[in-house]
């Protein structure tokens, strides 16, 4: 077998392994999962399978559409963050097809894999298409993530505002208190970033203390210009909250303003655990928990699967459709490279 044979072929082999062995174990945690609530968990499945039996099938349609548009807005943000982060102009600036299709795969990475490996992952994939240091690219998605979470902590604080004006249920003060910890977290590791920049690179021998210039000024300098990125980041963050409603409105349930705000919030953090693939386990409880607030415990449980078949299942389709394609460009690439 010749070389030009032999290597893609050896690609293919070794990603091939990984992205199934990736999936299996994901699949099997979701298996795990669902028998350990079926045989564990006292619920009446009858009747949370009868409300899922009872969807509307336009109305969720709707809410899956709606989930998208949060990766049209987050390419957007991430397109403007790229743009911030250029002091010369010289940066590659992606499409925003291709900026939101690189976002739904690291959002298949991370529902495959631990430790939010599709952060990374979309570093990776900027970082080679658009020949920009890893270490610079992954600065712009570390900004990323942080304007995510602060409006996530804003939105959450505004669902308990409501749910204190309200005054039907007590809020869920537990998870904002871990929005705000993780916000706190951050902005100590910017402080960090900028002490470290200050006091430490300069004794850091030159290749490492250069990286690590590249990844401080691409963070702090996608923070410039602000005002646009934070209201592509709501408008985001409102998709996943109109998802929720679409969702309800499929299955005929209705809960207060609230909460609906809320629950995609919790979502958004409890996805970010790094103990299984896409918080897969802790998302499901948490919503399921959130909406029992409200909801009886069975028609809560059907609300929380039926969410995650578009924010869960369907990126792990949809996200990995768009990874396999992108592998298999790649390998023609290189055939034609050593042809």
């Not at 690291?106 to 952060?119: P, Q, T």
């Amino acid at each position: 077998m010749s070389s030009l044979e032999s290597k893609p072929q050896s690609l293919l082999s070794r990603r091939g392994r990984s992205f199934l062995l990736k999936l299996v174990i994901t699949f099997s945690l979701l298996v795990g999962f669902g028998s350990v609530a079926l045989w564990r968990i006292d619920i009446g499945w009858n009747d949370t399978w009868i409300a899922i039996k009872a969807i509307n099938p336009w109305w969720y349609l709707i809410a899956l559409v709606t989930h998208y548009l949060t990766f049209v807005f987050r390419g957007y943000r991430w397109i403007l963050l790229l743009k911030n982060s250029s002091n010369d102009g010289q940066n590659w600036t992606p499409s925003l097809w291709y900026a939101s299709r690189v976002i739904l795969m690291s959002w298949f990475a991370n529902s495959v894999a631990w430790f939010r490996v599709g952060d990374a992952y979309r570093a990776y994939i900027y970082s080679e298409d658009s020949k920009v240091s890893f270490s610079k690219s992954m600065g712009v998605v570390l900004a990323d993530r942080i304007v995510d979470l602060a409006v996530i902590v804003v939105l959450m604080i505004t669902g308990v505002i409501i749910l204190l004006a309200v005054g039907q249920i007590a809020p869920p003060v537990l998870i904002l208190i871990l929005g705000l910890a993780l916000l706190v977290i951050l902005v100590i590791a910017l402080l960090a970033m900028v002490f470290a920049r200050k006091w430490i690179s300069p004794k850091l021998p030159r290749q490492i203390r250069e990286t690590y210039h590249k990844f401080y000024d691409a963070t702090m300098g996608s923070f410039r210009r602000m005002d646009i990125v934070f209201i592509l980041a709501i408008a985001a963050w409102l998709c996943e909250v109109g998802r929720l409603f679409f969702v309800l409105k499929a299955m005929g349930v209705s809960i207060s303003l609230g909460l609906i705000l809320f629950v995609p919030m919790a979502n958004g953090l409890l996805s970010g655990v790094p103990l299984t693939p896409g918080g897969l386990g802790f998302v499901e409880t948490g919503i399921t928990g959130l909406l029992g607030l409200e909801l009886a415990f069975e028609l809560a449980v059907a609300v929380a699967l039926v969410d995650r078949t578009i924010s869960f299942l369907s990126t792990i389709l949809f996200g990995g459709l768009a990874f396999l394609i992108r592998q298999i460009n790649s390998l023609r690439n290189v055939v034609k490279e050593d042809s």
